[in-house]
């Protein structure tokens, strides 16, 4: 079975900073990685798909990056409703562990 | 606009069986497939699986299979997962996604259902 190991899981950062989450497949999963955004108590939303696909209507500072096993989700400017957490996904199945992303 | 409505939260006793409806709306359900995925308490997304709306094709998380079934009625534009023998391990909250053939993962999902399996 694929692994996807996703890094870090916490992450502290302060609004207008740069953030970079990684995605790490152990095998070769061309493009089909997906990435969402969790808020508490809600479902999650799609962000980026074909790993480097904005979905419509998410604000262009969030971008995806990547193909084969090695992928990278990065927020330009972090903004107040982007402290959530982020989740990697392969083939439409597994996902990664998860990244919190709080205020510093 | 696409909606997936899920059914009401429901607590179970270990080893009984709950089965959770998504009742589609908005989109030609028989164009799409209609994924699982739920979530612990304070833990990450697991996938448990997905369904084909347009043959009843499933393909089943390795550590859930035997435990778990999908269906879908196409007469309603609902699909049904059924989770049997559970396990205080199996509290969660259950989602449903369409899902888009190809690299697109799950565009639209349901509000979530809380299964509780507590004696």
């Known amino acids: 079975d694929i692994q996807l190991t996703q890094s870090p899981s916490f992450l502290s950062a302060s609004v207008g900073d740069r953030v970079t989450i990684t995605c790490r497949a152990s095998?070769?999963?061309?493009?089909?990685l997906v990435w969402y955004q969790q808020k508490p108590g809600k479902a999650p939303k799609r962000l980026i798909y074909?790993?480097?696909t904005l979905q419509s209507g998410v604000p262009s500072r969030f971008s995806g990056s990547g193909s084969g096993t090695e992928f990278t989700l990065t927020i330009s400017s972090l903004q107040p409703e982007d402290f959530a957490t982020y989740y990697c996904q392969q083939f439409n199945t597994l996902f990664g562990g998860g990244t919190k992303v709080e205020i510093k | 606009q696409v909606q997936l409505v899920q059914s009401g939260p429901e607590v179970k006793k270990p080893g009984a069986s709950v089965k959770v409806s998504c009742k589609a709306s908005?989109?030609?359900?028989?164009?799409?497939?209609v994924s699982w995925v739920r979530q612990a308490p304070g833990q990450g997304l697991e996938w448990i699986g997905w369904?084909?709306?347009?043959?009843?094709?499933?393909k089943y998380a390795h550590k859930l299979q035997g435990r778990v079934t999908m269906t879908t009625d196409t007469s309603t534009s609902t699909a049904y997962m059924e989770l049997r023998r559970l396990r205080s391990d199996d509290t969660a909250v259950y989602y449903c996604?369409?899902?888009?053939?190809?690299?697109?993962?799950?565009?639209?999902w349901g509000q979530g259902t809380l299964v509780t399996a507590s004696s």
């Open positions: 369904i084909s709306a347009s043959n009843g094709d499933t």
């Open positions: 996604a369409r899902l888009v053939a190809g690299p697109f993962g799950f565009d639209y």
């Open positions: 074909a790993a480097s």
């Open positions: 095998q070769d999963i061309t493009s089909y």
């Open positions: 908005g989109y030609t359900f028989s164009s799409y497939g």
